[in-house]
């Protein structure tokens, strides 16, 4: 099983910025992906950006211009930079992790506790 401890969020005024970022521990073979989901107020969880391992990374429309999604898989850390903060982006922010808990398994998916992230002036 992979634990995921994530760290930045809060509070900041529209236009700002603030920066997530999430360390995996644990036993596992190998890491597929790492990335980042928010649930907004009322609506169900979604994807901000995801960083498969050999693939290119992924962003949802609404933040492909405003957020940046970096790290190093090989190192089981990703964060995301979030610039120009606008209200809509409020939500708790996801780390999540896809894996091979053994060379022979399937993939497995893990999730961190969650951060909060409120834009308001």
């Known amino acids: 099983q992979v634990q995921l401890v994530e760290s930045g969020g809060g509070l900041v005024q529209p236009g700002g910025s603030l920066r997530l970022s999430c360390a995996a521990s644990g036993s596992f073979a190998t890491m597929l992906e790492m990335g980042w989901y928010r649930r907004p107020p009322g609506k169900e969880r979604e994807l901000v950006a995801i960083m498969p391992t050999e693939e290119s990374a992924i962003y949802a429309d609404d933040v492909a211009d405003r957020f940046i999604i970096s790290g190093d898989i090989t190192k089981n850390a990703v964060s995301l930079q979030m610039n120009n903060l606008k209200p809509e982006d409020t939500a708790v922010y996801f780390c999540?992790?896809?894996?091979?808990?053994?060379?022979?398994?399937?993939?497995?998916?893990?999730w961190g506790q969650g951060t909060q992230v409120t834009v308001s002036s």
């Open positions: 999540e992790a896809q894996y091979r808990r053994t060379r022979w398994d399937g993939a497995s998916v893990s």
